[in-house]
């Protein structure tokens, strides 16, 4: 089945414990991205990866870091949370193609406390 | 700056029409996106225009007017079903995407 998977799914955790959330693809997808989700704000894109090693800055990018060693794997790097990143956050993937769909995974709700 | 509106919340009657509006205002312009989010789901894509004109598939439709910077979703024969979040999206170009903060619809029967 082809899919976005996320995890963890719920994470609870303390001012500056440094945490990562995993985001892996089974679609061959060359492009990935991640999405914080807050009331009122909608969705905001934090990094995106066109290929592997290429990584660019969406609008919210402080205090995040990701990588793309792997073409499947995306993953999300908190180095020290504070609690306004608590959110829930979106992985997405997509095609090069000209309409590229993005298929999101499931969710991270992460509270920093 | 770049900015998307679209309405916070609308309500309309099983077996109606709705339309939500979406404007926008990006410093380049690669294509505007429909996604559909249910309550503590994730968004899936329902629509994609680059070009002006509608796009329809099935109950969906999506318009675009590049010119004035304006789209609209239309939803026909509305199902209990389709109460969601509308996110209207642009990609200002080199695969960024902006997100509107949505429109809540709420179908009642």
């Given at each position: 089945e082809a899919q976005v998977t996320q995890n963890p799914r719920y994470l609870i955790t303390v001012t500056g414990k440094k945490l990562t959330v995993t985001c892996s693809q089974n679609m061959n997808h060359e492009y990935m991205s991640w999405y914080r989700q807050d009331p009122g704000l909608g969705l905001r894109q934090i990094y995106y990866s066109?290929?592997?090693?290429?990584?660019?800055?969406?609008?919210?990018?402080?205090?995040?870091?990701?990588?793309?060693?792997?073409?499947?794997?995306?993953?999300?790097?908190l180095e020290s949370p504070s609690p306004n990143q608590t959110s829930l956050y979106f992985c997405a993937s997509s095609s090069a193609g000209l309409t590229y769909e993005q298929y999101f995974g499931p969710g991270t709700r992460l509270t920093v406390t | 700056g770049q900015n998307i509106d679209q309405p916070t919340e609308m309500t309309a009657t099983e077996g109606a029409i709705v339309q939500i509006n979406c404007t926008y205002q990006t410093s380049g312009f690669n294509g505007l996106f429909w996604y559909q989010q249910h309550a503590g789901e994730a968004p899936t894509f329902l629509s994609y225009n680059v070009l002006d004109g509608l796009e329809e598939k099935g109950r969906f439709s999506s318009f675009l007017s590049r010119s004035k910077g304006y789209s609209y979703l239309l939803l026909k024969e509305l199902q209990m079903k389709d109460s969601?979040?509308?996110?209207?999206?642009?990609?200002?170009?080199?695969?960024?995407?902006?997100?509107?903060?949505?429109?809540?619809?709420?179908?009642?029967p």
């Open positions: 066109m290929n592997v090693e290429v990584t660019d800055k969406g609008d919210v990018p402080e205090g995040y870091k990701v990588s793309r060693k792997e073409k499947r794997n995306f993953p999300l790097i | 969601a979040s509308y996110l209207c999206a642009v990609s200002p170009g080199s695969r960024k995407l902006i997100f509107g903060q949505g429109t809540e619809l709420s179908v009642k």
